[in-house]
Each structure stands twice: as structure tokens, then as C-alpha cells.
């Protein structure tokens, strides 16, 4: 499709023809992509979904099931396969629908949840994606660079993480999709390698580690189930991101599954790698990566390490692109040429600081994290699917797009499936819910609980309560 020049005028993609531009700086923020700068193929979100996984925040996930949880290998293994897949399996979904509208995921959201609704779970986003999980990989990063450079500060090691996370990030869409490229093959290899010397040591058989506190194999089970679906699922609100600059024609499934399966390779491997190395170390364990390159060749753990921080910046210009997209998706007036990297700027120093109160404890902090994330994903995620469902066969486009669009069914059956859930069922150090105190064997499924709740009750109130958008200026047919 030719630019117009109404394009030129009000959508700064095109106005500065952006395109397949590596090393310029993304204009605008949440606008559609239009035609005129579609490009790419789906097999490059192989690497998008791989390489930000190629790092130790994906091992530490592995570890908690046999150190905190009291599971064996096996059994651990069987929770990271089972909630990796089913978190890998709706990010496929999510990132099928990018090339279609041409919008990123959380501006698709608006049409379950309207468009002043959508502050709900864009704003958590924002927060969760721009900052938390910023901070978390920003942690694991100067970890690793502070045990192959101890003559570096923790507090430098981190500064340097993040200097070079924003440099990325603040160029935006093009040269994060590059980054992810030319870095995940050179990732993919040195912890490959690393994978097979960690597992040849390990101890399938080793005995059960004391968690510290009573919780039943089929607790533990479902806590660590639920660590690694939130590993997985955390990706989810970014999905369409990545994919909405790829032709209107490319193939959907295609682009599904190698968003899918980058993932799932990706965590499954070093998820269970890192659940070999308790069987390893035992009690000394840690969430700590010098232990982890520990169990390598002198030269062979320098390289992991080096790759261990390599890979938190691949993991983190993700984070803080899509956090500063959720951010422009509530709304925000910025100077609309550059919107997203201002906000991408404003976050990752919001993230700096918060990873410098965080690094003194990372352990407790990165186990509640990765569950908490993922009460707030089971409800949105609900919602969005069901949505998708009830409006099959109708244009979208409208809804995303418009300001106006009202549907108060998404934010309330999100709501209430976060208020049901929460208390009820989640299973962290910083709070019990009532189920699990009573029955600690349920573990924590606050997830799949809210999930539930909001999926019913939105295909419920979907009915009840009337939605409204004003006609679409932009005709739209093709649907999920």
C-alpha cells in the first residue's frame, strides 16, 4: 500500500518512514503500523522469544522447585514442562494477532476492556514489565558480571546493565528485533554447552531438600508450576509487540509457532539445568550465578557469565519497550515523534532504582515475584481470550483504535477475579491465602483460579452490560 499523505501527517511511522531502519529511533508510540513499513518474516521471533530466556533469571526458575519447594528432579522437571507449555502455548496465540491489526498487545486489549478499562491491566503492565521485571533481570545481570569482574561493584555492575538495556531500548522496535537476532545464536551455543556439562553432573536420584517450612510434594508441585507458567505467561501482554510489523500477509500459525516454540526450547532447557544443579550442590545451593558457573570449566563458566549478563540485556530491552507501550496505551499525552522513548528512558530509571534496593536479597524476592505476576496475567488473559471468542467474525480495528469504546465487562470480571483469587489462593512467604493455609497441598493455583472467574464471568456480563464504539473511520474485517 502506497503512503497517503494523510499517513504522512498523523502516523510518525510513516511520516518518517521508519520501516526497516535499524539504528534510527522508532517514532511515535502505540499508533497502527501501516502497510507502508510492514516488513519482516515470523521465523526472526525464533529468536525474539529465545534470547531474552538465555539468562539466569530462566535457571533460578528451575532451582526453586528442589531448594525451596522440596521436589525431586523429576518432579520438578514434570512442573517446568507442564507450565512452560502452557504458558508458551497463549503466547503463540497473543503473537498471531500482530500482523493482522498492526498494534501492539495492549492497545488489542481495549476491546474486552474498553478504552478507559484498559487502564487496569495496561497500567499493571507498565509497572510489572517497565520496572519489576526490569529490575529482576537487571539483578541476575550485574550478579553475573560482578563474580567475572570482582574488582566492579555491585552497584557499578548493575549501572553498567542498565546502560547498556536503555541504549537499546531507547531506539526502539528495529534494533531491539536486531539485538535479539544476532545475539541469540551466540547465546544458544555458550549455554547449550554449558547445559550439557551441568547435566552430566547431575544427580536425578539425590535426596529431597528440606524446604524450611510443611508443604506436601503436591504443594510443592503446584507452587513450582505456577513459578514456571508465570515465567512463561510473563511474556504474554507483550506478544503482539513484536509481530505487528510483519506484512498483513504473513502467516499466522507460522508466526504463532515460532513465538511458541522459541519460548518453550528456550526456558524448558535451562529451566531444567538449574534444577540439575541442586542436585549438585544440594543445601548450598543458591540462586546465585557464580554457583551455577561453578560447575563448568574455568574458561567455560567466564563465558556463561559473560553470557549470563549478555542475556539480561536481551531480556530487558524487551521489558522495558513493552512497559513503555503499556504506559502510552492508558492514554498519556507525550510529544508524539518520540513518546515511547521518553517513557522507555523515565522506566528504566525507575527500574535502576528499584534493582539496587532489591539485589541484597535476590532469592525471596525473585520466588514472590515470579507468582505475583502471574495473578494478574490469569484474569487479563481471560478476558482477552474469551473477548476474542464472543467478537469472532466481527472488525476489531474500531474497538482498539477509539478512544470512545466502552465495555466495563473486562475490567470487572478482571476484578473480581482478582479479588477472588488473591485472598483465596495465593501461596507466597509474604502472604497465605485461606485455602492453602488450610490445605497446603493445593498450592498456589491463583492463577488458574482467576483465570476462571474472569473468563465466566465476562462471557457472562459480555451480555448483560451494553458496550458501545462510535463507526469505524477505518474498516477492518480480518479477525482472529
Request: proline share 6%.
Amino acid at each position: 500500500m502506497v503512503t497517503t499523505r494523510e499517513e504522512e501527517e498523523f502516523n510518525p511511522i510513516s511520516a518518517e518512514h521508519y520501516g526497516a531502519r535499524t539504528v534510527a529511533v522508532e517514532p511515535g508510540g502505540v499508533e497502527v503500523v501501516p502497510d507502508s513499513e510492514r516488513h519482516g518474516h515470523p521465523r526472526q521471533l525464533l529468536w525474539t522469544w529465545s534470547s531474552p530466556n538465555l539468562e539466569f533469571a530462566t535457571i533460578g526458575v528451575g532451582i526453586l522447585g528442589p531448594l525451596f519447594f522440596g521436589l525431586t528432579f523429576w518432579q520438578t522437571v514434570a512442573a517446568v514442562v507442564l507450565g512452560t507449555a502452557l504458558g508458551c502455548s497463549t503466547h503463540g496465540i497473543l503473537s498471531s494477532w500482530g500482523p493482522v491489526h498492526g498494534l501492539c498487545q495492549m492497545v488489542l486489549s481495549r476491546t474486552g476492556f474498553g478504552y478507559r478499562g484498559n487502564i487496569l491491566p495496561a497500567g499493571l503492565n507498565a509497572i510489572v514489565a517497565g520496572i519489576g521485571w526490569f529490575a529482576v533481570n537487571s539483578i541476575s545481570g550485574a550478579l553475573a558480571l560482578h563474580v567475572l569482574v570482582p574488582a566492579l561493584s555491585q552497584t557499578v555492575c548493575v549501572l553498567i546493565i542498565v546502560a547498556a538495556q536503555l541504549a537499546i531500548a531507547f531506539y526502539g522496535h528495529n534494533l531491539v528485533q536486531s539485538f535479539e537476532r544476532y545475539a541469540g545464536p551466540v547465546l544458544a551455543v555458550v549455554f547449550a554447552i554449558g547445559v550439557i556439562v551441568v547435566l552430566a553432573q547431575t544427580n536425578p536420584g539425590a535426596a529431597r531438600l528440606d524446604p524450611g517450612f510443611p508443604l506436601p510434594t503436591s504443594g510443592g508441585f503446584l507452587i513450582e508450576l505456577s513459578a514456571a507458567f508465570g515465567y512463561a505467561c510473563g511474556w504474554n501482554p507483550y506478544a503482539s509487540d513484536y509481530s505487528r510489523y510483519f506484512p498483513r500477509s504473513s502467516n499466522r500459525k507460522a508466526v504463532g509457532a515460532y513465538a511458541a516454540v522459541g519460548e518453550f526450547l528456550s526456558c524448558t532447557i535451562l529451566e531444567i539445568a538449574g534444577a540439575g544443579m541442586v542436585t549438585v550442590l544440594g543445601a548450598k545451593s543458591d540462586l546465585l550465578p557464580g554457583l551455577y558457573s561453578g560447575l563448568m570449566p574455568t574458561w567455560l563458566g567466564d563465558l556463561t557469565l559473560l553470557c549470563i549478563a549478555a542475556g539480561a540485556v536481551a531480556a530487558n530491552v524487551l521489558n522495558i519497550y513493552s512497559g513503555a507501550m503499556s504506559f502510552l496505551a492508558l492514554g498519556v499525552k507525550l510529544p508524539p515523534r518520540r513518546a515511547r522513548s521518553i517513557v522507555a528512558t523515565i522506566f528504566g530509571i525507575l527500574g535502576l532504582i528499584l534493582a539496587l534496593i532489591a539485589i541484597a536479597n535476590p532469592g525471596v524476592n525473585y520466588e514472590n515475584f515470579l507468582l505475583v505476576i502471574a495473578y494478574w496475567i490469569g484474569p487479563w488473559l481471560g478476558v482477552v481470550l474469551v473477548d476474542r471468542w464472543m467478537r469472532r467474525g466481527e472488525p476489531l480495528h474500531p474497538w482498539a483504535v477509539s478512544i470512545h469504546s466502552v465495555n466495563w465487562a473486562g475490567p470487572i470480571a478482571m476484578g473480581i477475579g482478582l479479588l477472588v483469587s488473591i485472598p483465596l489462593f495465593s501461596n507466597q512467604s509474604e502472604y497465605l491465602g485461606v485455602i492453602p493455609k488450610a490445605h497446603p497441598g493445593i498450592g498456589d493455583i491463583t492463577f488458574f483460579v482467576g483465570f476462571l472467574v474472569a473468563a465466566i464471568l465476562y462471557a457472562v456480563l459480555r451480555k448483560a452490560l451494553p458496550d458501545r464504539t462510535p463507526a469505524a473511520r477505518t474498516q477492518e474485517t480480518a479477525t482472529a
